[in-house]
């Protein structure tokens, strides 16, 4: 299982990124996955979820209404659209995929937001 994120970096408050995760090893369409963002000397914190075929996303109550996760099974690819971005969101973020006991993650991509 491998997962190639991208699409973080450097954006003024009140901006948009547009994150994605490209997975392979796995059969990506009949799986959940989710993003995690982690602060400096935090743990890591699960923010959205998406079923296999993209429905009933879960949204974390402090990015509720400003981000927006999706997939697209043809190309193996989850995405996180991050609107109106603030301070707050800056963090490591991170996809995840969990089969059974065995727990995968991508190399996480840094977002920053400041003036």
């Known amino acids: 299982v491998h997962f190639v994120e991208s699409g973080g970096g450097l954006v003024q408050p009140g901006g948009s990124l547009r994150l994605s995760c490209v997975a392979s090893?796995?059969?990506?369409?009949?799986?959940?996955m989710t993003w995690y963002r982690q602060y400096p000397g935090e743990e890591r914190k699960m923010i959205s979820m998406?079923?296999?075929?993209?429905?009933?996303?879960y949204y974390e109550d402090s990015v509720k209404g400003r981000f927006t996760i999706s997939r697209d099974n043809g190309v193996n690819t989850v995405f996180l659209k991050m609107d109106n971005l603030k301070p707050d969101d800056t963090a490591v973020y991170y996809c995840?995929?969990?089969?059974?006991?065995?727990?995968?993650w991508g190399q996480g991509t840094q977002v920053t937001v400041s003036s």
């Open positions: 995840r995929f969990v089969d059974g006991p065995n727990d995968y």
């Open positions: 090893g796995f059969p990506f369409s009949r799986y959940a």
């Open positions: 998406i079923t296999s075929y993209g429905g009933s996303p």
